[in-house]
């Protein structure tokens, strides 16, 4: 029997621009759900960095959170996460050192090696794409490096930064960065909110390889989740259409404004666009409440998670709000 009370609940918000909404109203709508999820128990609340996307306005992640984390209180912030091979791990040091100045003891650093853009927002970034993110576990020794305590006559040190004990987490949607947390001794956060295919194989790589380290004894898995729940299993369904056009649209290629639900999808996608989209989005929970905390607590014993962190596309911003709380709700009752 899973005991959910010690399984906590987190949330990822890549504060969505949805359709006849600004960017203005998109960030001001990130900080009232993290005020609620506050007030609703969340341990976590984290935003992931994506670029030259019109829906997503979280680009400037740390910026962000530093925001988020001014209109709150107690509620971790963090990134996940934060694309290590788009900036030099210097300076993700010393903006996570700030933020970690600001509100310590509540910042956690999450580390992905995908460019979270497209190839000729990748050439903007100065990244260097001949690597595909195979020099991410360099960069992330460098990294470590610059966050620990210096070291006599270091030359360059993180001011802040150094020696401040900020958590790093490893982001994973395949095997490759779940080896590298287990040799690292890191905990591992699995994307299955858009990536499932892998997500058993690199759990079990992860703590089949584990090696405990100065700052986790034992592996330590947080499984990312796309959730939509509401008061009925109607309401739910129409509110989900929401996450079904996003993926359907960014299988067609298409940039635009997280969509108004429909009441019907087969007007929307031909069937074996139907197909990929829900493969793609089968561990996907939507429904009322009791449905919601079955569906999570079958993922809990899928995988073993110690804590689900859940994400959610949904338009209307109040009734993401209200599906936050009725997770919550349902999940620690």
């Not at 600001?102 to 927002?121: C, I, M, N, S, W």
């Not at 019907?264 to 905390?293: F, I, N």
Request: proline share 6%.
């Amino acid at each position: 029997m899973i005991n959910r009370t010690n399984i906590p609940l987190s949330l990822l918000d890549l504060a969505p621009i949805a359709e006849d909404r600004s960017l203005a109203d998109a960030i001001a709508d990130s900080v009232r759900l993290a005020q609620a999820a506050e007030a609703a128990g969340y341990k976590r609340f984290w935003m992931a960095e994506h670029h030259n996307m019109v829906d997503i306005a979280s680009a400037a992640t740390a910026v962000l959170l530093s925001h988020i984390g001014a209109k709150t209180d107690k509620i971790r912030i963090g990134s996940g996460g934060i694309m290590l091979p788009n900036h030099a791990p210097l300076v993700v040091a010393e903006q996570f050192g700030t933020l970690e100045t600001l509100y310590p003891g509540r910042v956690d650093l999450g580390l992905g090696r995908a460019p979270g853009t497209d190839y000729e927002t990748l050439q903007a970034l100065r990244r260097e794409s001949r690597t595909k993110g195979l020099d991410f576990p360099e960069m992330l020794d460098e990294l470590q490096y610059y966050l620990s305590p210096p070291r006599p006559g270091q030359r360059i040190t993180a001011v802040p930064g150094a020696g401040l004990n900020i958590p790093l987490w490893l982001l994973g949607s395949s095997t490759f960065s779940a080896r590298l947390a287990a040799e690292k001794g890191l905990p591992l956060v699995f994307a299955s909110h858009f990536a499932p295919d892998a997500m058993l194989a690199a759990i079990d790589t992860y703590r089949a390889g584990f090696r405990p380290s100065e700052t986790l004894e034992k592996p330590y898995v947080m499984v990312c989740v796309n959730v939509v729940a509401a008061e009925t299993r109607q309401e739910a369904d129409y509110l989900a259409t929401t996450e079904l056009q996003k993926f359907l649209n960014l299988g067609r290629g298409i940039d635009k404004k997280l969509p108004k639900p429909v009441k019907d999808m087969d007007t929307l996608w031909h069937p074996a666009e139907a197909q990929r989209v829900l493969t793609q989005l089968r561990e996907s929970v939507w429904g009322k409440p009791e449905v919601v905390r079955d569906g999570l607590q079958d993922l809990v014993r899928r995988t073993g998670a110690d804590e689900i962190m859940v994400n959610s596309w949904i338009h209307d911003p109040q009734a993401r709000i209200r599906s936050h709380q009725i997770v919550a709700d349902c999940w620690y009752s």
